[in-house]
């Protein structure tokens, strides 16, 4: 079992639709989540970080279960620019810190 | 004002030739990454450094030597290059568990 794992996708959506990724994480030692959005031939940029109360920045929500070991990404009215693909990130102390990425989600926001 | 930067940003070589790839950061972390995304896209941690001190090292092939000179930089040497090292190699850096900052990537081909 991968120790991060999401839906590759792609997801095809509507402009103004809202869409939700999940990522699941296997270990239990993980600290801190992070959202994280890649354009094609560029790189990875901090979306956002996950916090256990869950945390808003405009349109996205981000939720962690840490019970379920689960983490998800929430996207209201998607525009043509949220295309991308969507990197889920786990922070896991294991001797020390180490950040295990998922593959990734691919979004397509259609006009 | 950039954060952290590679270069190059493009190396074509022929194999067997020995490449370095330079990175910097000017945030102040005390931790710098060199990861690498292949061509399914996966992102996979290769070597980290805390303050010049390496403190991961998966398994990569011994052609392929980090060095940081100072908590600010981290270049990769690889040597002898093969046909399977094309790839692109993204350098990040972060203060130890909080959010990773990449570079733009340099995109690596072996003819």
């Known amino acids: 079992r991968k120790e991060v794992e999401q839906d590759p996708g792609p997801f095809n959506v509507p402009e103004g639709a809202t869409v939700a990724f999940n990522c699941t994480y296997s270990n239990s030692a993980s600290q801190s989540f992070f959202w994280y959005r890649q354009d094609c031939r560029k790189e990875p940029k901090l979306l956002m970080s996950v916090y256990s109360s869950g945390n808003e920045d405009g349109r996205f929500t981000a939720q962690l279960n840490r019970a379920s070991q689960y983490i998800s990404l929430l996207i209201r009215d998607s525009k043509l620019s949220d295309s991308a693909t969507y990197l889920c990130v786990v922070n896991i102390l294991s001797g020390t810190y180490k950040y295990i990425f998922g593959t990734g989600t691919r979004l397509k926001v259609l006009a | ?111």
């Not at chain 2, 399914?40 to 030597?65: A, C, D, G, H, Q």
Request: glycine letters at 4%.
């Open chain 2, 1 to 111: 004002d950039t954060a952290v930067s590679q270069t190059p940003k493009y190396l074509v070589t022929q194999m067997g030739n020995d490449k370095s790839i330079k990175c910097e950061q000017n945030l102040g972390h005390d931790t710098m990454y060199w990861y690498k995304q292949d061509s399914k896209k996966f992102l996979k941690i290769m070597f980290s450094y805390n303050n010049k001190e390496l403190i991961i090292n998966e398994t990569v092939p011994n052609r392929f030597s980090p060095k940081s000179p100072d908590k600010a930089h981290l270049n990769l040497h690889i040597n002898s290059l093969e046909l399977g090292d094309s790839a692109v190699y993204f350098c990040a850096s972060s203060s130890t568990r909080y959010e990773q900052y990449f570079g733009p990537g340099t995109r690596l081909t072996v003819t």
